[in-house]
């Protein structure tokens, strides 16, 4: 209530609205609350997700150096070269999920083009350890699909933020020019 009403000139609808601010400021204490967990849980997730990035690595090593000891000493067949591929593509898009972590950490925004660009490195996995021999058509096809949506997205989104960013550059030269001012040439 204002404090310059008495309680006995305060409308009706003043008591309601006090009354349901005070709700909403309990609702909001709850849901910054809840928020602050689910930053811990991102940051236990980023604590995570480094060790799977330090095991992924050790595999790699331990896997390559298996290779390397075995006879014929350094000889990998196809199969073995893709898996190390596979290998090291598991770890790249580990690190890129640990960025997301990490960006959302910063500016708790997530950012889709970044999700997309993790997600198109997924299906390239995929596809680079595929065995065509033992996949069905329709797998490969229906891969080929998602890889094809996925790159669209990211096309899409990449533009909208390129006509985002031109759009801005040419409303600041437009305010220079209001303003009368050369922005090619420095004061």
Not at 39 to 58: E, K
Not at 64 to 72: D, F, G, K, Q
Not at 82 to 87: E, Q, S, T
Not at 116 to 140: E, P, W
Request: net charge positive; charged share 15%; aromatic share 10%.
């Amino acid at each position: 209530m204002n404090q310059d009403m008495t309680p006995e000139k305060a409308s009706p609808a003043a008591g309601w609205l006090n009354h349901f601010s005070l709700l909403l400021t309990g609702k909001a204490r709850l849901i910054k609350k809840l928020y602050s967990f689910i930053l811990v849980a991102v940051r236990i997730l980023a604590l995570l997700m480094t060790l799977v990035i330090f095991w992924g690595v050790i595999d790699i090593v331990r896997i390559l150096y298996a290779h390397v000891t075995t006879p014929p000493y350094g000889m990998l067949t196809m199969n073995e070269i893709l898996g190390v591929f596979g290998a090291f593509l598991a770890v790249l898009i580990a690190i890129e999920i640990f960025v997301n972590i990490v960006l959302y950490l910063r500016e708790e925004v997530i950012h889709v083009r970044l999700v997309l660009a993790t997600a198109l490195m997924a299906a390239a996995r995929k596809v680079i350890v595929f065995d065509f021999a033992k996949l069905d058509v329709a797998y490969v096809w229906a891969t080929a699909a998602v890889i094809l949506a996925l790159a669209v997205s990211y096309w899409l989104i990449h533009q909208s933020i390129c006509s985002q960013r031109l759009e801005g550059q040419e409303h600041a030269l437009e305010g220079a020019r209001r303003l009368n001012i050369n922005p090619a040439k420095p004061d």
